[in-house]
């Protein structure tokens, strides 16, 4: 069944591209670069097409072609290689009744490869985080819901911890015309076309070291345990559906878990311009969580991301909405509008506002007479990290952000009238 969906839409891009385009000419080679070029992500051509390689994102997801991407990258023979990475000490305060205070790690480490090869590109692409190591139960966060640590209770008010393998994936990319391309992508775990670039992988959010509370409306399928991606890049637009493993991953962090491919999504993404680049996306999500193992999830999102860069600083800002509609239960939309400006490489700063309905909040206490409701919680934060000037590979911040939140009424028993959280972060990030 899968293969026959992913054959179809192989076959489906095909004819679309001989309908567009009757015509194709000789293809260039999808990657032209010499060693000059190769330190200059802005001039190499991509994993999955003839563009910037600074417009690829997590998994096949675009940016601005003017984002700035940290990390280092090399020449080695026919292969490039990019490396980026960051680790995050952090001590984290939340207020009122329901926060807690926790110091902990996270941490993400990013190897990929590319080459040429007879008629297109392959790509190679693995990401590694230790944030198991802080323990099952991740992080303390305020109206933070989604995943599990022990298979039987909600993660609530607190962030799950990342797998240690949160992508290792393989991609190969074919021009079909001086302007087009079509490519594919396999990941055991990867990122299927669904949402805008995570995170911890786009220029607006990277530097904020917490979670967005719209995490599970917007970019959780980032790590899915199985995927395959096909996609149509003509010039500034890309068409690409993925199947992939709906079951969010669960408690065991170091275990990558294959499933069936039993979930789908399709995504069209455009860069207008090279500061531009927005994406709708929809997808049917299969029995997404261990505790509910009944319901599917049909979520849509939307996004708009502008990138301005400057002589020596870069300001990003992403506009995003996710619904997601369960087979069985409430609707709930999640809006974000999140920013980083970096002057100079030393200064950033950075802010995220939230506004997202939420009706986990009670499912640890089912008796609860607020159980299974919706509430709507708004959060907004700010933050700011120093980067101490450096001549290496990597560089070393100091920062810290404050959030606050707007409740409904009904929640203030719960988490107090006026909750606010705090967070304050050693970083070592490379560059
Ligand atoms: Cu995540």
Known sequence: MTTLRISALVLFLYAAQVLADPAPEIPPSNSAMDSDTAMNSHMMSGMYGNHPMSREASGTSWQPDSSVQEGIHNMDGDWMTMVH?????????????????KSFSNSMLMVMAQRDVEGGTIGLRSMVSLDPLMGKSGYPELFQTGET?????????????????????????????????????????????????????????????????????LDSTHVTNGVVTVGYVVKNWKL????FHGREPDQYRYQIEPGKL??????????????????????????????????N????????????????????????????????????????????????????????????DKDELFANTPTSPLAGENF??????AGYIYDFPSDFNYKIGVGGLLSRY???????????????????????KIQ
Request: hydrophobic letters at 35%; glycine letters at 8%.
């Open 85 to 101: 990475g960051f680790a995050n000490a952090i001590y984290d305060n939340q207020g009122g009744p329901r926060g807690q205070a």
């Open 149 to 217: 640590a022990d298979g039987k209770t909600y993660l609530i008010d607190r962030q799950h911890p990342h797998n240690l393998f949160m992508e290792l994936a393989a991609t190969y990319s074919t021009p079909i015309s001086s302007s087009s391309s079509i490519f594919i992508y396999a990941g055991l775990p990867g990122e299927p076309a669904l949402g805008p670039a995570a995170f911890m992988h786009r220029f607006s959010g990277q530097d904020n070291v917490e979670a967005p509370i719209t995490h599970h409306w």
């Open 240 to 243: 690409e559906s993925s199947v």
């Open 262 to 295: 039993d979930s789908n999504s399709v995504r069209l993404s455009y860069n207008p311009t090279p500061n531009w680049s927005m994406q709708v996306s929809y997808g049917h999500i299969t029995s997404p969580e261990a505790l509910e193992p009944d319901v």
């Open 297 to 356: 999830v049909n979520r849509t999102t939307a996004s708009v991301t502008s990138n301005i860069p400057g002589d020596d600083t870069n300001w990003q800002t992403t506009l995003a909405w996710g619904r997601n509609a369960p087979s069985a239960g409430l609707s709930s939309n999640a809006y974000l509008i999140e920013s980083a400006l970096s002057l100079g490489h030393t200064h950033t700063f950075f802010g995220r506002g939230e506004l997202v």
């Open 376 to 381: 709507r919680v708004g959060k907004v934060s």
């Open 406 to 428: 707007s409740i409904p009424t009904e929640l203030t028993p719960t988490y107090g009238a006026n909750p606010s959280s705090m967070m304050l972060f050693v970083r070592v």
